[in-house]
C-alpha cells in the first residue's frame, strides 16, 4: 500500500508540474498576443500612412511596386485562386465519380453532370462578381484619365 501512494503522489505531481508548464506558456503567449497585437497596429498605421499614400503611386520599382499594389488592392489573386480552386474541385468530383461509378452507377453519373454543372455555375457567379470589380475599375482609371486630359487642355 505504500509503494502505491507514493506513485500516485509521484503521478500527481507530475501532472501538476505538466499543468503549472502548461498555464506558464499560456501565459507567456497572452504577452506575445498583447505585444504582437500593439505591434501589428502600429506596423499598419505606418504602412498605411507611409508606405500607401496616393503619392507614392507609380514612384516603387520591382518588388516593392508589386508590395504596393498589392497591399493597394490594385493587383487582385481572388481571381486566380479561385480558377486553380476551380480546377481541384472538378477534378476530385470527376475522379471521385468515377470510382462511384463501379459501386452506385447512377449516383456517379449524377455526380458527373450535376456535380460539376453546379460548381461551374457558383464558379462563373464568383468570377463575374470579380471581372465587375476589375472592369468598374478600368472604367474608372479611363474616366479619371480623360477628366485629366480635359482640365489640361481648359
Known amino acids: 500500500m505504500g509503494t502505491s501512494s507514493l506513485y500516485s503522489s509521484s503521478s500527481l505531481n507530475s501532472s501538476l508540474n505538466s499543468l503549472n508548464k502548461t498555464a506558464s506558456a499560456l501565459e507567456g503567449l497572452g504577452i506575445w498576443s498583447i505585444i504582437a497585437l500593439v505591434l501589428a497596429l502600429c506596423g499598419a498605421l505606418v504602412m498605411y500612412f507611409w508606405f500607401l499614400n496616393k503619392k507614392n503611386d507609380g ?3 520591382g518588388f516593392v511596386a508589386w508590395l504596393y499594389d498589392m497591399f493597394s488592392f ?5 481571381e486566380a485562386l479561385l ?3 476551380y480546377l481541384f474541385v472538378t477534378l476530385f468530383l470527376t475522379l471521385f465519380a468515377l470510382g462511384l461509378l463501379f459501386v452506385n452507377p447512377l449516383t456517379a453519373i449524377m455526380m458527373l453532370v450535376v456535380g460539376n454543372l453546379g460548381v461551374r455555375i457558383a ?3 464568383s468570377l463575374m462578381m470579380v471581372m465587375i470589380c476589375r472592369n468598374t475599375s478600368d472604367i474608372n482609371s479611363k474616366l ?5 486630359q480635359e482640365k489640361t487642355e481648359e
Open 83 to 85: 480558377k486553380i480552386t
Open 74 to 78: 490594385k493587383k487582385m489573386i481572388v
Open 144 to 148: 479619371n484619365k480623360k477628366d485629366a
Open 123 to 125: 464558379y462563373e457567379f
Open 59 to 61: 514612384k516603387f520599382k
